[in-house]
């Protein structure tokens, strides 16, 4: 098999597997089912991911990944003024956690985690871990020109996340209705006034 052939081999296992995962949880998802939608043998698939577990757990990476691209470093402009560049993060980090797909694998991640913690690191180091690391690098960068003044740049970085998502994630995930957009808009830009409140130099 050519390594053309393996790669898409691979990515046919991954996009059955998101389907099974979306359609019966974790704890339903079976490998079985996979292989009855992508066909090929059990070998196959524990060739590229050793487990179930393991097959999931790159399943839920991948998906949070394509999640939080939006949130990639280049919408942190160095250069940009520090409050609307928190401003346009906040929106984006909304629009983000609040998608219906997002939701689903929050969802699956918390109710499956205790018992299969790969899930939980995956999407934890996927996700707001990945996000915290980005902004704490802004962070920094706006500490050394002096334009902030933060001791703990980390717990900063978490703090800003916790401030903009307020109750909206767990509103989201527990099937609650949301504010309207307007008033979303409004308290993340008060999130993010506050934010730079505290921590302005």
């Known amino acids: 098999m050519s390594k053309t052939q393996v790669e898409e081999k691979r990515e046919a296992i991954l996009e059955a597997g998101k389907e099974v995962l979306f359609e019966y949880g974790y704890l339903?998802?079976?490998?079985?089912?996979?292989?009855?939608?992508?066909?090929?043998?059990?070998?196959?698939?524990?060739?590229?991911?050793?487990?179930?577990?393991?097959?999931?757990g790159a399943i839920v990476t991948e998906l949070v990944n394509q999640a939080m691209q939006p949130l990639e470093m280049s919408l942190l402009d160095k250069e940009g003024e520090l409050y609307a560049t928190l401003e346009a993060l906040g929106q984006t980090y909304l629009d983000v956690i609040l998608r219906e797909e997002s939701v689903a694998i929050f969802r699956i991640a918390a109710s499956e985690g205790i018992g299969h913690p790969t899930l939980g690191k995956a999407l934890f180091e996927s996700g707001p871990g990945a996000a915290v690391k980005r902004l704490a690098a802004y962070l920094h960068h706006q500490n050394k020109i002096g334009v902030l003044a933060i001791k703990d740049i980390d717990l900063a970085a978490r703090h800003y996340y916790g401030m903009v998502r307020s109750d909206l994630h767990m509103r989201a995930l527990l099937g609650l209705p949301l504010p309207a957009p307007a008033e979303i808009n409004r308290g993340m830009r008060q999130a993010v006034a506050s934010f730079v409140g505290i921590y302005e130099a």
């Open 28 to 56: 339903g998802a079976s490998v079985d089912e996979v292989l009855r939608r992508v066909g090929g043998s059990k070998r196959t698939i524990y060739k590229y991911f050793e487990s179930k577990e393991g097959l999931f």
